[in-house]
């Protein structure tokens, strides 16, 4: 089982980032996935969320409008399409897998670095 998050760099103010995680060795398709972040110094924070099908999302206030969770289940893939990118956004992403018929099934990606300086 693997996850792998891949799109972080450095990124200008308002500028826009398109985070990747490929999923290998389960069934993408039967887990709801989620993105989380975790700055500096913070907890870790929810980020986004998408159903199993992709047919439901949800996001955290702090990225509401900005932020576009999407999957791809034929190519195993979960996106976090990022714009209008701010400083306060910088932190490690992470994708996270849960398994839809039990949330105690769940895994991690290791993490992409996001940073948003000038």
């Known amino acids: 089982v693997q996850l792998v998050e891949s799109g972080g760099g450095l990124v200008q103010p308002g500028g826009s980032l398109r985070l990747s995680c490929l999923a290998s060795g389960f069934t993408f398709s039967s887990y709801i996935m989620r993105w989380y972040r975790r700055a500096p110094g913070k907890e870790r924070e929810w980020v986004a969320r998408i159903s199993s099908r992709g047919a439901n999302t949800d996001y955290a206030d702090s990225v509401k409008g900005r932020f576009t969770i999407s999957r791809d289940n034929a190519k195993n893939t979960v996106y976090l399409q990022m714009n209008n990118l701010m400083p306060e956004d910088t932190a490690v992403y992470s994708c996270?897998?849960?398994?839809?018929?039990?949330?105690?099934?769940?895994?991690w990606g290791q993490g992409t670095q996001v940073t948003v300086s000038s």
């Open positions: 996270k897998a849960i398994l839809t018929s039990s949330l105690n099934t769940f895994y």
